[in-house]
């Protein structure tokens, strides 16, 4: 933790940031040339599914996302309520709209791949609903940020939210596993190796690394954003209070 | 333990001379499934069909209704500031609060629910099963209902925010309840849906008072 803490400096955070966020940047749209390139044209369709399977491309990814944000979103609540680090309360509500936008692009891909591929844009299946669940409580966590006049009461309730609503995470995962449902299991991290061909893993995990980029890059634009805004009010305050 | 049952009746008794709050609870919960039958017609075998469902998810709402008040009043007298001073620990007080809620409205939405059973023209062999599988739900929604209901104290908006928040925490206790009760109709298997209901109950009675607790102390600060 006590490296952790050196950066509960903004100032040090805010040097950081603006030199991690190019990099993110450059990765994002060279990641996603390529990862882009190599679905769309390089790879080949799928035996069963034809073209369409190329959309898995981006759905995969951004579901990869939407869990992946909100374990970030829940560490960072757990550490915001643990040790207090100042930091982790601006990433966790960073984090929520990020993750809410790549929950809904994993739903609405994978409804534009449900209609040719299972003949219905939505079925009531484990994984799709456990999704639907996990896009309510990001939306539930950023109404709860905003319901505060206070934004240290709206940070700690809204953290207290995001470990509740962690319970959803493993049971997304898992779902395709416990019940017997529609929506297929997973192939690329099991027990007993992948099961997809490399020439359509490449693209898949190029794509993810482009994701994560991304996720970075906006990351840092909106926790720098937050924190030159806390510097705004602080110094209207003083102002206002003639400090 | 004396200090628990002595909230516990306090509880109670306040809501017993207050009035009319539990009583609203089944009232709406009895409209809003009488509702139904108007919605989507009378015929006999479509309200069989849906019947669990809509008494379980007017069940869910009913009680969803009820939380905004269970930390409410006493954080507006202040009475949740002595609570917190007092020798009882929080996540106790919030299990208390849950306990006196769920008599509240959690028990006579289960007295209620066989009547309105028989409007929806339900199988007389879901009845038993209905009861139980509410007995075993409505504690699970009394109690994650609490940790929304400490979470939106002196927020704006809060009874809608309220409904945001706990309603999707709901939905696996719907989805199981539902399911114990279609199955009984249908004749199906319908024990491991109940005991995943009651693993539901065991996981939030453990896991909520302190997730409560915590929602409480940082409104308290």
Redo the contacts between chains.
Sequence with gaps: MADLHRFANPTRFLRLAGYIQPWAAGIFFISLAAGLYMGLYASPGDYQQGESARIMYVHVPAAWMAMFCYTIMAVASAVSLIWKHPLSDVAARATAPIGAAFTFLALATGSLWGKPMWGTWWVWDARLTSVLVLLFLYIGYMALQGAFDDRTRAAKASAVLALVGFVNVPIIKFSVDWWNTLHQPASVIKMGGSSIDPSMLWPLLIMALAFKAYYVWVLMIRMRTELVDNKVRIMRLRQVHGG | MGQFIFLIRRDLSLAFRQGMDSVMVVVFFVIAVVLFPFGVGPEPGVLERISAGVIWVAALLAAMLSLERLFQTDYEDGSLELLALSSLPMEVTVLAKVVAHWITTGLPLIVAAPVLAVLMQMDAGGFGVLILALLLGTPSLSLIGA??AA??L?????GV?LS??V???Y??VLIFGVSAVDGAIGGYEYQAQLMILGGFFAGSLALAPF?GA??LR??L?
């Design positions: 940790v929304g979470l939106i002196g927020s704006r908006r809060g925010l945001l928040l309603l999707p925490l939905i696996p997730a915590a929602g940082q409104s600060e």
